[in-house]
């Protein structure tokens, strides 16, 4: 990482800076402020600028090198009782120091940041976001947002804003269609989104009204620089009713209590095909992108294409599907797997959250898909939604894994290997009390920053100080 940001000068505490001759940064980490209330959690406050409180990260670290990067998180209050003091994006080093915060939210009912992440377009590293609105309905929350991109010098690039013609909820005009679950950047320069339309249809083959009222899940490929849909996939052509494990309220009988019956949280490339995961399904899907058809399905009960999942690799309301690497003979991808809703040991809260990895032999056969990692160390977790795992960095061969177990603020590094089901916990930290503060994802990676801003200095009692 090459920094030279107001913040990470900052955490170069004590570093003798030659340009400013005679002149030496003295004590410029942030000092910690705890509010007076138990409520809040502990945040860091600068000199330099006020309006910057990233919370204080609780890290326990046992001492082993750790991957280079800096992480990515959006911390944001769920019930507003139990709070982080600024909810929006901020960049910041595992060992806590802020490198760059990014734009708040606080205060402003349901609008969101989400989604922070570096991303490359046409060969050029970006940050980018999702920023909008959060609806709530039963069993779901769909969001209607921009996505912006931030780049070397942080200045916003493009901030990608399409008209979908989706049916809401609140019946609102949304200037902006993105759902808050995916933005995905594809190798070929154009960005995989989420979106929720809302549809009505007999659901009588699933006990429900016959005028009853689903959430369609759908992918949208958007152009970057038009803001245009140019490739459009929905749920409701490819997915039975019958495939979702969500149970209806009230037989779904109008818009309030609409079923969100697949719930597509992520969406990526898999060469130049997609990897979809359905969190209310239990399955993921292959989808060729020429006709929109399901190559394979893979259940996280059944096995489906595959017709048995190992007892010990099963998964249930799983989030953040991943390819790792492919063949025509094999995919190895990874998945959250949160195996709860509905209240940490609520109605499926049938086993612990993991990270878990997988390889699958392809075609689909009988031979029984294999679990090549599984992360739960020390104490169990019990994530009920949201959460993320990648590889850091990201190609196939990387031998460090971030999680982030979503609405527990729990963030963790893992070495895996050599071998399979070897791993160790190297790194934790935590920026809040769980499910009372969240990061719907959290990413770990190098990030190269330009500011095009002179940093900022105060003059303390004769010396530099931040
Ligand atoms: C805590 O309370 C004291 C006295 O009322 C006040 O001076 C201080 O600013 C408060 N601190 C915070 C973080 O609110
Ligand atoms: C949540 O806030 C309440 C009220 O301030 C406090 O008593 C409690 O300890 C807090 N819980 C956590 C986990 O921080
Ligand atoms: C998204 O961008 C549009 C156009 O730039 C702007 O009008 C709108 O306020 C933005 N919406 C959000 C939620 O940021
Ligand atoms: C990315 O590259 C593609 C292919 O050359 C081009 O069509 C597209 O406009 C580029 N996107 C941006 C945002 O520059
Ligand atoms: C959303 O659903 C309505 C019908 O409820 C339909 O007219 C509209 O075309 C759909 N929008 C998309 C983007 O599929
Ligand atoms: C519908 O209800 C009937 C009677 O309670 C039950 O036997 C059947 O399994 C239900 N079907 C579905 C799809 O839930
Ligand atoms: C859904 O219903 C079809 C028949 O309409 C049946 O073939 C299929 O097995 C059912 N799937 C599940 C998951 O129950
Ligand atoms: C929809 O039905 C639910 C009960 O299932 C009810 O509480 C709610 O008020 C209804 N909403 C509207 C807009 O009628
Ligand atoms: C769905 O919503 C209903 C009504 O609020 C609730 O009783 C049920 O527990 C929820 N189900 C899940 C899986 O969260
Ligand atoms: C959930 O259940 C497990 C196993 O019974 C237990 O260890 C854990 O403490 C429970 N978690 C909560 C939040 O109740
Ligand atoms: C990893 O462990 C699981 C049991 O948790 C086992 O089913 C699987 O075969 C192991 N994977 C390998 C590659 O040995
Ligand atoms: C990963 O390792 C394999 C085998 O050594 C090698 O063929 C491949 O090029 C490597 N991939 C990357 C991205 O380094």
Same mark, same amino acid.
């Given at each position: 990482?090459r920094?030279?940001?107001? @913040? ?5 505490a ?11 940064l ?8 705890? @509010? ?10 600068y000199?330099?600028? @006020? ?5 204080q ?9 750790l ?9 944001r209050?769920i ?14 080093t595992?060992f806590?120091d802020?490198v760059?915060?990014g734009?708040t939210?606080?205060?402003a ?11 490359t377009l ?6 980018t ?11 779901t929350? #769909?969001?209607y947002?921009?996505? &912006?991109f931030?780049? &070397?010098s942080y200045? =916003? $690039? ?9 049916? /809401?909820?609140?019946t609102?005009?949304h200037?902006?269609d ?11 320069g154009?960005?995989? %989104?989420?979106?929720?339309n809302? =549809?009505?249809?007999d659901? #009588?083959? %699933?006990?429900?009204s016959? #005028? ?9 490929e ?12 929905s ?7 019958n ?10 009988h109008?818009a309030s209590v ?7 949280? &992520? ?11 359905a ?9 060729d $992108? ?11 009960? /059944?096995?489906?294409d ?7 690799s ?7 599907t991943?390819?790792?690497s492919s ?11 949160n ?5 940490a ?6 086993a612990p959250t993991v990270g878990?990895?997988?390889?699958l032999?392809?075609?689909? /056969?009988?031979l029984s898909p294999? /679990?090549?990692n ?8 019990w ?5 993320s ?12 894994r ?10 963790r590094e893992?070495?895996v ?7 160790d916990?190297?790194?934790?930290a935590r ?14 990676g190098?990030w190269?920053?330009v500011? @095009? ?8 009692g004769?010396g530099?100080?931040?």
């Open positions: 990482m920094q030279s940001s107001l @913040a990470s000068i900052g955490a170069l004590g570093l003798v800076v030659p340009a400013l001759g005679q002149t030496q003295l004590s410029s980490r942030q000092s910690v402020r705890s @509010a007076n209330t138990s409520s809040i959690w502990p945040w860091l406050v000199k330099t600028e @006020a309006s910057f409180n990233p919370p990260l609780s890290i326990d670290w046992k001492g082993e090198v991957e280079s990067g800096v992480i990515l998180l959006e911390p209050n019930d507003g009782y139990n709070s982080t003091k600024q909810e929006g994006l901020v960049m910041m595992s806590g802020l760059w915060n734009p939210s606080n205060g009912a349901n609008f969101e940041y989400n989604n922070f992440r570096m991303q046409n060969g050029t590293q970006y940050l976001y999702w920023h909008g609105y959060r609806q709530d309905g039963i069993n929350t #769909t969001g947002g921009n996505v &912006s931030v780049d &070397s200045e =916003t $690039k493009f901030t990608v804003c399409p008209d979908l013609g989706l049916t /809401t909820l609140d609102a005009i200037t902006c993105i759902d808050y679950n995916e933005q995905f950047v594809t190798p070929w154009t960005l995989l %989104v989420t979106a929720y809302l =549809t009505q249809m659901l #009588t083959s %699933v006990n429900g016959a #005028t009853g009222w689903v959430w369609d899940s759908q992918i949208h958007i152009d970057i620089t038009t803001s245009n849909s140019i490739w459009k996939w749920a409701l052509d490819h997915i039975p009713l495939a979702s494990q969500l149970p209806l309220t009230d037989g779904a109008n609409a079923w969100d019956y697949v719930h597509i949280d &992520s969406v990526s490339t898999y060469n130049e095909n997609l990897l979809v995961n969190r209310h399904t239990w399955e993921v899907y292959a989808v $992108k020429s006709d929109g058809e399901i190559m394979w399905t893979f259940n996280g009960e /059944t096995g489906g595959w017709g048995i999942v190992p007892e010990e099963s998964f249930r309301w799983q989030y953040h991943r390819v790792h063949s025509p003979s094999s995919i190895i991808f990874s998945m959250f797997v195996h709860n809703y509905a209240g040991n609520g109605t499926s809260g049938t878990r990895e997988f390889r032999n392809l075609p689909p /056969t009988s294999l /679990t090549l599984t992360f739960n160390e020390s104490t169990s977790q994530s009920d939604s949201f959460g795992f990648d590889y850091v960095p990201a190609n196939q061969n990387s031998t460090t971030f999680i982030s177990y979503g609405q527990l603020p729990l963030l893992f070495g290997g050599p071998g399979a089901n070897v791993t916990l190297k790194w934790e920026y809040g009390p769980d499910n009372e503060v969240a990061s719907y994802r959290a990413y770990k190098d190269t920053g500011p @095009a801003a002179a940093p900022k200095v105060v003059l303390e004769g530099w100080r931040m």
